[in-house]
């Protein structure tokens, strides 16, 4: 269900108003803003537009889409593109600390045989 509502400026121009039933009663969902232009053939045929954002790109000029996601191997771009950059800062952070753990870890025997070798050898 929608109603309309047109332009003051331009008559061309009208806003549809998106409606739903919601408990028995019309609730506005949105607007939708809305034009028509009807054109001849000859002047469609000297003013062609492609599809989408195909050339040439007018009326209305549709810019390329941002913000998508891209997909690639490399785990360091997908992370950057699924999540924010202070929950990233904090991931790295427990990577880092996590990494230093285990690099203490896995020298611990190494440190522990230095210091048994040095106390049984006489110096």
């Given at each position: 269900?929608s109603?309309?509502?047109?332009?003051?400026?331009?008559?061309?121009?009208?806003?549809?108003?998106?409606?739903?039933?919601?408990?028995?009663?019309?609730?506005?969902?949105?607007?939708?803003?809305?034009?028509?232009?009807?054109?001849?053939?000859?002047?469609?045929?000297?003013?062609?537009?492609?599809?989408a954002?195909?050339?040439?790109n007018?009326?209305?000029?549709?810019?390329?889409?941002?913000?998508?996601?891209?997909?690639?191997?490399?785990?360091?771009?997908?992370?950057?593109?699924?999540?924010?950059?202070?929950?990233?800062?904090?991931?790295?952070?427990?990577?880092?600390?996590a990494?230093?753990?285990a690099?203490?870890?896995?020298?611990?025997?190494?440190i522990f045989?230095?210091?048994?070798v040095?106390?049984?050898?006489?110096?």
């Open positions: 269900m109603e309309i509502e047109f332009d003051s400026e331009d008559p061309r121009q009208f806003w549809v108003k998106l409606m739903t039933k919601e408990d028995g009663k019309l609730v506005q969902k949105g607007k939708l803003k809305m034009s028509i232009d009807l054109l001849s053939k000859k002047d469609a045929l000297l003013n062609p537009v492609g599809e954002q195909s050339e040439p007018l009326n209305p000029h549709l810019p390329k889409p941002f913000g998508r996601i891209e997909f690639s191997l490399n785990p360091f771009k997908m992370l950057s593109q699924l999540i924010g950059p202070a929950l990233r800062r904090k991931i790295y952070c427990w990577c880092c600390i990494a230093y753990c690099l203490c870890i896995m020298m611990a025997p190494m045989s230095n210091l048994f040095n106390m049984i050898t006489p110096g």
